[in-house]
Structure formats: structure tokens, C-alpha cells
Nanobody, 119 residues
Framework: QVQLVESGGGLVQAGGSLRLSCAAS????????MAWFRQAPGKEREFVAAIRWSGGNTNYADSVKERFTISKDNALNTVYLQINSLKPEDTAVYYC????????????WGQGTQVTVSS
């Protein structure tokens, strides 16, 4: 089993930056892809970005690809989400998720980290 723990959220002013971290533990060799999702108040959870655990191929939601960067450090079993030029509409709980090769969905989730952007 894989466990995920997010960190790095907080309260920031619009225009600022944050780097979220997601530390994986357990059967990390079983990870195929990792991703970030977010859920704003009153809205459904939405995909933000993903990265292949081996090789590093990335993909992004169109709404964030100019400002968000996903990266990883396999030695630390950690995935990052760099968020620049934060906007109030980026306010959400950000979740890290992992997917194994045998699954077609992200089936391991972290507890989430709150990002609040003030105007």
C-alpha cells in the first residue's frame, strides 16, 4: 500500500507563490503516475496536473498550465506543485493522488492541504 502526505499549503496574497509537496511512502515502487487535484468550496474536485513516476511525462489542466508546474524527486519519493501568480480562484483544498499500473483511476489519496488566496 502507498501512503501520501501533502504539505505546503497556507494563506497567501494574490500574485504570490506556493510550493506544495506530497511525500509518498510504503510501496512506492508500485506507483505509475501521481497527480494533484483541487476542490474549491461548493465545487467538485478537479484535475490539476499529473506526472509519470518513471520518466517524468507531465500533463496539466488547461486552466493552470501557464502558472502551475508539477515535478518530482524520486530519491525523496516526493512530488511538488509549484503555483505562481496565485489568484483568489485558486483557493481550494489541494489533494495528491497516486495511481498504480493495474488501475485506471487514481486510487490512493492524501488528506489534502488548504490553499487560501486573499485578494
Amino acid at each position: 500500500q502507498v501512503q501520501l502526505v501533502e504539505s505546503g499549503g497556507g494563506l497567501v496574497q494574490a500574485g504570490g507563490s506556493l510550493r506544495l509537496s506530497c511525500a509518498a511512502s510504503g510501496r512506492t515502487f508500485d506507483i505509475y503516475r501521481m497527480a494533484w487535484f483541487r476542490q474549491a468550496p461548493g465545487k467538485e474536485r478537479e484535475f490539476v496536473a499529473a506526472i509519470r513516476w518513471s520518466g517524468g511525462n507531465t500533463n496539466y489542466a488547461d486552466s493552470v498550465k501557464e502558472r502551475f508546474t508539477i515535478s518530482k524527486d524520486n530519491a525523496l519519493n516526493t512530488v511538488y506543485l509549484q503555483i505562481n501568480s496565485l489568484k483568489p480562484e485558486d483557493t481550494a483544498v489541494y489533494y495528491c493522488a497516486a495511481r498504480t499500473p493495474r488501475s485506471s483511476v487514481y486510487d490512493v489519496w492524501g488528506q489534502g492541504t488548504q490553499v487560501t488566496v486573499s485578494s
